[in-house]
C-alpha cells in the first residue's frame, strides 16, 4: 500500500485562485517532507523543505509568499499555490524521507495543476 | 549548474536485452545514489540505492554500478522486460543535506516486445 497520499492527484483552476495540495504520511511520523516541481522533461526541483512545527526551508528562487507550506503535524504537509497563473502549471511531488530504511523517500502520486 | 546529470534523455532496447542507464555527478560531497522509475503522471518509485562505499549493488534484475573517481554511475537491466518501460531518474544527497535529494532529468526508457 501507498506509504505517502497526496491529493488531489489532479486540479484544474481559473486563474486568481488558490489551490491547496496536502501530502499525508501514512506508516510513519515526518519531522520533514520534501515539496517538488516537475516541468515536462526536466528533473524534479525541489521547492522547499517543510518542517514540522516550524518554517519551510525554501530552495533560491522559490517565491515562499507565491507557494506557502504549512507542516502542522507529523503526518500531513500542505502546498497552497497562492493567487495561481498559468504558468505556475505543473506537476508537484511531495516525499517524505525515511532516513535510513533503504529507499531515503517515498513519493507522493503527485498532483497535476492546470491553471486555465 | 546541474550537479546531477542524465545525457540520454531516451534510450530504447530489445525484450531480453541489456537495459544501460546512464548518470553523472559533479559535487563530490555526494555519499549516496538512487535510482527511481517514474511513469506518466505518477510520483517516482524507487528501484535501487548505493552507498559511496561500494561499487556495485544488485537487485535482481537491476544492478547500480558506481565509479567514484569518474563521479559516474549506472543502471543495468537484464534482462530488459516491455513493463520496465519508464523514464528513470538517477538522484544523490550528502549525508548532511537533511535527504535532501537532487536528481537528473530523467531518461525514458523503451523496451520494446
Known amino acids: 500500500g501507498a506509504v505517502v497520499s497526496q491529493h488531489p492527484s489532479r486540479v484544474i483552476c481559473k486563474s486568481g485562485t488558490s489551490v491547496k495540495i496536502e501530502c499525508r504520511s501514512l506508516?510513519?511520523?515526518?519531522?520533514?517532507m520534501f515539496w517538488y516541481r516537475q516541468f515536462p522533461k526536466k528533473s524534479l526541483m525541489l521547492m522547499a523543505t517543510?518542517?514540522?512545527?516550524?518554517?519551510?526551508?525554501?530552495e533560491q528562487g522559490v517565491e515562499k509568499d507565491k507557494f506557502l507550506i504549512n507542516h502542522a503535524s507529523l503526518t500531513l504537509s500542505t502546498l497552497t499555490v497562492t493567487s495561481a497563473h498559468p504558468e505556475d502549471s505543473s506537476f508537484y511531488i511531495c516525499?517524505?524521507?525515511?532516513?535510513?530504511?533503504?529507499?531515503?523517500?517515498?513519493f507522493g502520486q503527485g498532483t497535476r495543476l492546470t491553471v486555465v | 549548474d546541474q550537479q546531477v546529470k542524465q545525457n540520454s534523455p531516451s534510450l530504447s532496447v530489445q525484450e531480453g536485452r541489456i537495459s544501460i542507464l546512464n548518470c553523472d555527478y559533479t559535487?563530490?560531497?555526494?555519499?549516496?545514489f538512487l535510482w527511481y522509475k517514474k511513469y506518466p503522471a505518477e510520483g517516482p518509485t524507487f528501484l535501487i540505492s548505493?552507498?559511496?562505499?561500494?561499487d556495485k549493488n544488485e537487485d535482481g534484475r537491476f544492478t547500480v554500478f558506481l565509479n567514484k573517481s569518474a563521479k559516474h554511475l549506472s543502471l543495468h537491466i537484464v534482462p530488459s522486460q516491455p513493463g520496465d518501460s519508464a523514464v528513470y531518474f538517477c538522484?544523490?544527497?550528502?549525508?548532511?543535506?537533511?535527504?535532501?535529494?537532487?536528481f537528473g532529468k530523467g531518461t525514458l526508457l523503451t523496451v520494446n516486445p
Open positions: 516525499s517524505v524521507p525515511t532516513r535510513g530504511l533503504g529507499t531515503e523517500a517515498f
Open positions: 506508516d510513519f511520523q515526518a519531522t520533514t
Open positions: 517543510s518542517n514540522e512545527g516550524s518554517k519551510a526551508t525554501y
Open positions: 559535487n563530490s560531497m555526494f555519499d549516496y
Open positions: 548505493i552507498s559511496s562505499i561500494k
Open positions: 538522484a544523490a544527497y550528502s549525508g548532511g543535506s537533511n535527504y535532501k535529494l537532487t
